[in-house]
């Protein structure tokens, strides 16, 4: 009998330990059937956010124009069977020295070739691509050490001399007007969507916490997935391929934003038309009208690649990826940053010495659609534009993390513990100042940088920031958004509605 007396103590602390755990774990299942109970209100849309969304929108054409037509002006004819020196000479392209002015240009005939020497003395013609991984590189290769040192040289002064004049400016000017005015705007969309009622409410694609865990992996493997492609099987017909998959797209891109710039304008969506079978999805008139507009500008991008029409593209690509694709927690969006900063940083500097080429300009530059936006510094020898390039990864990302800081701001404006946007500003001054980092540090080293490096750190340390300051860190940490407020419908009343359909 004494061993069950001593036994009995510990016996009845484990069933008071049980009872205690099970009747908190039924105060948790009655706290969220009590919260799944109640409908989600939309906080009230801040004041003046209708004519900001609009201004914006209307600054952001206004930019893309004016670059547009400044980087037109550019343009001179360079007459056919000549090469323009950066000095303003020309020479013929038959006398054209690859040792002095660099690997041949898309205008000469041996474009993406090097003339390389065979053992027995004969002298022939061979592709850049059929050059050893690890050299020797000789003239005319895009990686031949002499080369590389002679047009970083002439880059570091050319920027040096440029630096306050409008041919350097130019550029990184269109960059950061563009990119800004992308975020900012997206930003501030996303707000207005967020605040919208749930009957109107078009619904974003929440983010959780798991998805951002597995977004530098995903995109790793379609990145790397591309660079194959265009390495083993870059034929022309691959490339128009991916082009136009890319183009089908933006298509519906340019439609969504069409739509939802005229819903603002009226302040309430359009009506659908139809519904489309097995997508769950409806179109109005606005999204068919920008459809044909986007389908116009995808033939004029396939018959001539142009950059004005990429960036056009590229831009309502931006916009669409920020106002409908949510954050569900502050939380999720540190993961986020801070995984695609490490992703961003293997591909642009690792990658090299791993797969032998930069993985991530490889793509860019060899992807002829726009997942891009492109910025005009000056006319190449062949009379063509040569341009600064962006990926539309280091404008999106960074704008989702924002929009979602703009949300909390509508929360907070709603419960009258802010007069402001002043998250979204305070974040967007230092996203400007991580773009002006970024173009310093690539202009100073003359080599592609990885955006995200500058870019993370600035906007979660201003957020950071922001929150310590005003006292709200623990809140802003623990805010949630749940599929509900994004949608407006609970997943028990979405299965109701497709059982009725």
């Avoid at 850049?128 to 050490?145: C, D, I, L, T």
Wanted: with cysteine; net charge neutral.
């Amino acid at each position: 009998m004494a061993p069950n007396r001593a036994s009995s103590p510990a016996a009845r602390e484990r069933k008071a330990s049980e009872e205690t755990e099970q009747k908190l774990q039924d105060a948790d299942a009655k706290d969220k059937q009590a919260g799944s109970s109640e409908k989600f209100v939309a906080p009230p849309r801040p004041a003046g956010l209708r004519g900001s969304v609009v201004t914006l929108y209307i600054a952001l054409l206004a930019s893309v124009a004016l670059f547009a037509f400044l980087g037109e002006q550019m343009v001179h004819p360079v007459p056919e069977g000549k090469f323009e020196k950066k000095d303003g000479t020309l020479v013929d392209l038959s006398e054209y020295d690859p040792s002095d002015l660099g690997p041949f240009p898309k205008c000469h005939p041996h474009f993406e070739e090097h003339e390389f020497v065979a053992e027995n003395g004969t002298r022939i013609w061979r592709k850049n691509s059929q050059a050893p991984s690890g050299g020797p590189y000789p003239v005319g290769h895009p990686e031949n050490p002499e080369w590389i040192a002679k047009s970083n040289e002439e880059a570091r002064k050319e920027n040096e001399e440029n630096r306050f004049r409008w041919a350097g400016l130019q550029p990184n000017l269109h960059l950061l007007a563009l990119a800004t005015l992308c975020v900012y705007l997206g930003s501030k969309h996303s707000v207005w969507i967020f605040t919208e009622p749930a009957e109107t409410r078009e619904a974003a694609q929440l983010l959780q916490k798991e998805d951002a865990y597995w977004f530098p992996v995903m995109g790793s493997c379609v990145l790397f997935g591309l660079f194959l492609v265009l390495k083993y099987l870059g034929t022309d017909f691959v490339k128009t391929a991916l082009t136009a998959g890319i183009l089908f797209m933006c298509m519906f891109g340019v439609g969504t934003n069409l739509d939802q710039l005229i819903a603002v304008v009226r302040y309430k969506p359009m009506k659908p038309l139809f519904s489309i079978p097995f997508f769950d999805q409806t179109m109005n008139l606005m999204e068919l009208l920008g459809m044909c507009i986007g389908a116009a500008m995808a033939y004029g991008f396939m018959m001539s690649k142009n950059w004005i029409i990429n960036n056009l593209f590229g831009v309502s690509f931006c916009l669409v990826g920020i106002k409908m694709i949510s954050l569900s927690s502050y939380k999720t969006g540190a993961i986020m940053l801070v995984g695609l900063f490490f992703y961003d940083v293997f591909w642009v500097f690792g990658s090299k010495s791993v797969f032998g080429s930069n993985v991530m300009v490889s793509v860019a530059k060899g992807v002829e659609a726009p997942i891009k936006l492109m910025f005009p510094r000056a006319l190449g020898g062949c009379g063509k534009l040569a341009h600064s390039m962006l990926g539309l990864g280091d404008i999106v990302v960074p704008g989702i993390f924002i929009a979602f800081l703009a949300k909390w701001d509508a929360v907070k404006i709603g419960e009258g513990k802010s007069k402001s946007f002043v998250y979204l500003n305070t974040t967007m001054v230092a996203y400007v100042l991580s773009l002006i980092t970024t173009v310093s540090i690539m202009l100073f080293f003359n080599a592609a940088q990885p955006a995200l490096l500058y870019i993370v750190p600035y906007v979660l340390v201003a957020s950071l920031a922001v929150a310590v300051c005003r006292g709200e860190l623990k809140e802003l940490w623990n805010y949630f958004i749940s599929e509900e407020d994004e949608s407006g419908t609970t997943t028990d009343e979405k299965n109701a509605e497709n059982k009725n359909k």
